[in-house]
């Protein structure tokens, strides 16, 4: 069984909408990140969160917003999408947030017109 | 800023050979060094990582070399194979609240039968 769900695997978008990208872990992880990956950009952190609290936010717009409903949930809400935006974007978990290892879900991949 | 450098963009093996991947980096804050493989249309996955404490890390084929002063290490995957081809990115993190791991831009390695 999947131990990172990420829903959906695809989604298609219009510019100026809004959309959430949901991200479950059951590996009992207390840490969780969002990461994102173009053809443009490499492997881009996001967002950590430990204990349902935001650690590290490195996004340089207000549009991206994670929302932790629970302990092993990190959903992304995307407001005002952008062609730009257009990538897969990857939800990790780690135990913690010292120098554990980060494990990666299957990933949503975003597609805005 | 680039933080974490990979070369080369791509490599290609003969089924048998050592590949040798190659990062640096610049943060002296750094000390948490994982290396991760991603095949077509999958997540990243984590293939091995190491900290600074030991300068050389061992998996079955694959093989971390650091050297902390010079800023750099290196995957080595011994006995290559097929199955071996795939992108592997390097990175690297500062540890403690902040888990943000940088990424390298990866190397697309391919390995000849």
């Known amino acids: 069984d999947p131990k990172i769900i990420q829903k959906p695997k695809y989604l298609v978008a219009v510019t100026g909408s809004e959309k959430i990208l949901i991200c479950e872990q059951y590996?009992?992880?207390?840490?969780m990140y969002w990461y994102r990956q173009s053809a443009k950009k490499p492997l881009e952190f996001m967002f950590s969160?430990?204990?349902?609290?935001?650690?590290d936010n490195q996004t340089a717009s207000s549009r991206f917003q994670p929302q932790s409903s629970k302990k092993n949930h990190l959903d992304l809400q995307i407001t005002a999408l952008k062609p730009d935006d257009s990538a897969t974007y990857f939800c990790?978990?780690?135990?913690?947030?010292?120098?554990?290892?980060?494990?990666f879900g299957p990933g949503t991949r975003l597609t805005v017109l | 800023q680039q933080q974490v450098r990979q070369s080369p963009q791509s490599l290609t093996v003969w089924e048998g050979e050592t590949a040798i991947l190659n990062c640096s980096y610049e943060?002296?804050?750094?000390?948490?060094f994982p290396w991760y493989h991603q095949f077509p249309g999958e997540s990243p996955a984590l293939l091995i990582a190491?900290?600074?404490?030991?300068n050389k890390k061992e998996d079955g084929r694959f093989t971390i070399f650091f050297n902390k002063r010079e800023k750099k290490f290196s995957l080595h995957i011994a006995d290559s194979q097929p199955g071996d081809s795939a992108t592997y990115f390097c990175?690297?993190?500062?540890?403690?609240?902040?888990?943000?791991?940088?990424f390298g831009k990866g190397t697309k390695l391919s390995v000849k039968s």
């Open positions: 590996l009992g992880h207390n840490a």
């Open positions: 990790a978990s780690s135990q913690g947030t010292g120098l554990y290892e980060q494990y």
């Open positions: 990175a690297a993190s500062s540890g403690g609240s902040n888990a943000k791991l940088t």
């Open positions: 943060d002296s804050t750094f000390d948490y």
């Open positions: 969160y430990s204990y349902q609290k935001l650690m």
């Open positions: 190491i900290r600074p404490v030991s």
